[in-house]
């Protein structure tokens, strides 16, 4: 066992920044106030959380009114979906590769799923096929989070306004935050969902993202915060850190996409080099920087990711789940990838803290470890 741990799960949690930490530490201690109540102190609170989203509709693009702020990014999908179908009547519909908060929530509400190419973007001919005026929302995510595709959402939004003029476009751009200027991304959706953990924030709260004259049935009903779209007792020090990590991802974007993406570069060409029978799932070009994902012949992910965690490489196979369970990923599969090239996928996934001695140290124990397991099963044979 390693002493030092090389970080390479940036998409299943990231990091928090010490100035989000910073942020949110007065309003675990001193600043405590509920910020729904009509006293001074209250009135502290509700300050932070106007400054919060002020601040995160500016790196959104959006109106402050239209920000609310959700428990996790899967409450805001959820929100998206149910919401919308509660409120229009009518069906959902998504790609076959979104992440289960919204693949489980469309399919739960009997709505359509639309099949993906080969790279894990939805054909649009088959998502104008599957729309019609019954339709009360579309939901396509910016960024994968198992292969890191990016979708251009300007065409989805035009098949979308073409075939179902009267359903709502939302986008899971949980993925995105770190890579891609939310704003490019909030100028064709009508409900845009983020998740703080993925961007340097606290894990339990999210955004969505809802556009002004756009009404969908809350899922929480209560105190009425939120302008009656998500009651619930603010969580201000997650909301503040959310607002502070968000503001830090903006500024410093342009910066660590080129950083990442040599680093990555590096990352992958160095697997390429050194373990025989590895590709890399989807072309660089067509996804996010932080994101190396790869496929290795006749290795099971479960048996590289036990030996890389010897190692100190925390990795990952598909999305983290719950369970740990390692089934097929619904993502390979969608796009068309064979079950026994699957089985061998490999995640590692860069962000703000990657180093060039961790892709290093990752490129050497994932050679080391491929060469064992492959020693093994030739011993057996
Ligand atoms: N959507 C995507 C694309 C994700 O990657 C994740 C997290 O894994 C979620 C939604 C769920 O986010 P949260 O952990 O905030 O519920």
Redesign the pocket.
């Known amino acids: 066992m390693q002493d030092r741990l090389v970080y390479l799960d940036h ?3 990231t990091p928090m920044r010490p100035s989000a930490v910073e942020a949110m530490l007065p309003f675990l201690t001193e600043r405590f106030a509920n910020p729904s109540g009509s006293h001074r102190f209250a009135r502290d609170a509700r300050r932070a959380v106007d400054e919060a989203r002020d601040r995160v509709a500016d790196a959104i693009g959006c109106r402050p009114g239209e920000v609310v702020f959700t428990g ?6 959820n929100a998206a979906i149910v919401g919308a179908v509660r409120r229009r009547g009518g069906r959902p519909v998504c790609p076959a590769v ?2 289960h ?2 693949l489980h929530a469309v399919e739960r509400l009997g709505g359509a799923v639309v099949p993906v190419d080969d790279a894990g973007r939805v054909q649009l001919d088959a998502l104008a096929a599957a729309l019609h005026g019954e339709v009360a929302v579309v939901s396509v ?1 910016a ?3 198992e292969v890191g595709t990016i979708t251009d959402l300007g065409p989805v939004a035009d098949v979308v306004r073409d075939r179902a003029p009267g359903a709502l476009l939302h986008t ?1 751009a ?2 995105a935050a770190c890579w891609l200027d939310l704003r490019d991304v909030w100028r064709h959706v009508d409900l845009l ?1 983020l ?4 961007f340097g924030g606290p ?2 709260v ?1 955004v969505l993202a809802v556009r002004d004259g756009v009404a969908v049935e809350p899922l929480m009903v209560g105190g009425g915060q939120e302008r009656d779209r998500r009651s619930g007792t603010h969580n201000v020090a997650g909301i503040v850190a959310l607002a502070e990590a968000l503001a830090a991802t903006d500024a410093e974007r342009t910066t660590e996409n080129g950083r990442i993406a040599t680093l990555r570069d590096r990352l992958v060409s160095g697997l390429v080099a050194g373990v025989p029978g590895l590709r890399e799932t989807v072309a660089p070009a067509a996804k996010v920087a932080g994101s190396a994902h790869v496929l290795v012949e006749g290795i099971e992910s479960e048996s590289l990711l036990y030996l890389l965690d010897e190692a100190g490489i925390c990795a990952s196979a598909a ?2 789940c719950a369970s740990g369970a390692m089934d097929p990923s619904h993502v390979l599969a969608a796009m068309g990838i064979d079950r026994a090239w699957a089985a061998g996928a490999l995640r590692l996934t860069l962000g703000r803290t990657t180093t060039v001695a961790d892709v290093d140290a990752a490129v050497d124990a994932t050679s080391g470890a491929v060469r064992t397991l492959r020693e093994r099963t030739a011993a057996r044979a």
């Open positions: 998409a299943a949690t996790c990014a899967t409450e805001a999908d979104e992440h908060a919204v995510m960024v994968n989070n899971d949980v993925q969902s998740s703080a953990h993925k894990k339990g999210g999305s983290a």
